[in-house]
């Protein structure tokens, strides 16, 4: 048994059983790939896949049961190697943080500058991701930290903190007739068009929900991954937008007004999540608490068992 053979395994599952991607992935042969697994199964006298023909479709019970034991291996391995330049090089190294658009653009600015001022030699990846993909970079330890609204609060082996909360808000062109509103109701925003966040990003599900309870079918128009593609065509005049309170800014968004959604639409909390057991080297603590200050190394190492 070796770690190769524990990598192939692991590959196997994640590319869905598909062992042409998991040669790619491993820049390996498909042959290779499945000696390996092969001489796995002949030396643990157990088949770990189901086969039809040629090709894998499943985990044996047997299966199931050894990649769960794979995976922390794997885990541990990567931990021992974090551990090792945590002492070696302890103000170097890499992060990496993924997130998305409405965090990366308008939430973490300010964070990374002064992340940067503190681990210059540091190299810092921020990838944008939708919750879903977070939550899978995480679990496969391709992240160290995840950062959303969605999505990441109820999985297993994840451990999330609150970072912030904030309520959605309406932004329309100068002279639209909702500006001369009081205080504007669900019923009256309906009936305009409405250009918003797409399924699963930035509360769009609650967005959702309140028109329902409301009795309300509002006219989505048009759905978009991040605020500032909701922006440009609210300028453009092709409706009203219901975006994240934290991406409207004054100044750069002078062409538009932002009208209140606090009485209208509930708190969403943005959530900062690591996996469990997912070792963090301290420039890692330090980042998660340039966000939350209260957020401690010991708080956070008591709740992952690291």
């Given at each position: 048994m070796?770690?190769?053979?524990l990598?192939?395994?692991?590959?196997t599952?994640?590319?869905?059983?598909?062992?042409?991607?998991?040669?790619?992935?491993?820049?390996?042969?498909?042959?290779?790939?499945?000696?390996?697994?092969?001489?796995?199964?002949?030396?643990?006298?157990?088949?770990?896949?189901?086969?039809?023909?040629?090709?894998?479709?499943?985990?044996t019970a047997?299966?199931?049961q050894?990649?769960?034991?794979?995976e922390?291996?794997?885990l541990?391995?990567?931990?021992?190697?974090?551990?090792?330049?945590?002492?070696?090089?302890?103000?170097?190294?890499?992060?990496?943080?993924?997130?998305?658009?409405?965090?990366?653009?308008?939430?973490?600015?300010?964070?990374?500058?002064?992340f940067?001022?503190?681990?210059?030699?540091?190299?810092?990846?921020?990838?944008?991701?939708?919750?879903s993909?977070?939550?899978?970079?995480?679990?496969?330890?391709?992240?160290?930290?995840?950062?959303?609204t969605?999505?990441l609060?109820?999985?297993?082996?994840l451990?999330?903190?609150?970072y912030?909360?904030?309520?959605?808000?309406?932004?329309?062109?100068?002279?639209?007739p909702?500006?001369?509103?009081?205080s504007?109701?669900?019923?009256e925003?309906?009936?305009?068009?409405?250009?918003?966040?797409h399924?699963?990003?930035?509360?769009?599900?609650?967005?959702?929900?309140?028109?329902?309870?409301?009795?309300?079918?509002p006219?989505?128009?048009?759905?978009?991954?991040?605020?500032?593609?909701i922006?440009?065509?609210?300028?453009?005049?092709?409706?009203?937008?219901?975006?994240?309170?934290?991406?409207?800014n004054?100044?750069?968004d002078?062409s538009l007004?932002?009208?209140?959604?606090?009485?209208?639409?509930?708190?969403n909390?943005?959530v900062?999540?690591?996996?469990?057991?997912?070792?963090?080297?301290s420039?890692?603590?330090?980042?998660?608490?340039?966000?939350?200050?209260?957020?401690?190394e010991?708080?956070i190492r008591?709740a992952?068992?690291?």
């Open positions: 070796n770690f190769q053979q990598r192939i395994i692991s590959e599952v994640r590319q869905n059983f598909n062992l042409t991607e998991v040669a790619k992935a491993l820049f390996t042969s498909q042959s290779g790939v499945s000696k390996h697994i092969k001489d796995l199964e002949d030396e643990l006298g157990v088949e770990l896949f189901i086969r039809k023909g040629k090709r894998f479709t499943g985990l047997p299966g199931k050894l990649v769960t034991v794979v922390r291996v794997l541990d391995a990567n931990n021992i190697k974090r551990m090792a330049e945590e002492f070696s090089q302890h103000d170097r190294g890499e992060l990496t943080i993924v997130t998305t658009h409405t965090q990366a653009q308008y939430a973490l600015p300010s964070v990374v500058a002064q940067k001022k503190e681990f210059p030699k540091v190299h810092l990846v921020l990838h944008q991701s939708s919750p993909e977070i939550v899978s970079m995480l679990l496969d330890d391709q992240a160290d930290i995840g950062i959303a969605e999505a609060g109820d999985v297993d082996n451990i999330s903190f609150p912030y909360s904030w309520h959605h808000s309406i932004i329309v062109p100068p002279g639209h909702l500006l001369s509103q009081q504007l109701t669900l019923e925003i309906a009936q305009f068009p409405i250009i918003t966040y399924q699963g990003f930035t509360g769009r599900s609650r967005i959702d929900q309140i028109f329902s309870s409301a009795g309300l079918t006219d989505i128009a048009m759905s978009a991954l991040d605020a500032d593609v922006k440009t065509y609210v300028k453009l005049g092709l409706g009203i937008g219901i975006i994240a309170s934290v991406a409207f004054p100044e750069q002078s007004v932002m009208l209140s959604g606090q009485h209208l639409f509930e708190k909390t943005t900062i999540a690591i996996r469990r057991n997912h070792f963090l080297r420039y890692a603590y330090r980042f998660m608490a340039l966000c939350v200050p209260s957020l401690s010991s708080a008591s992952t068992q690291i």
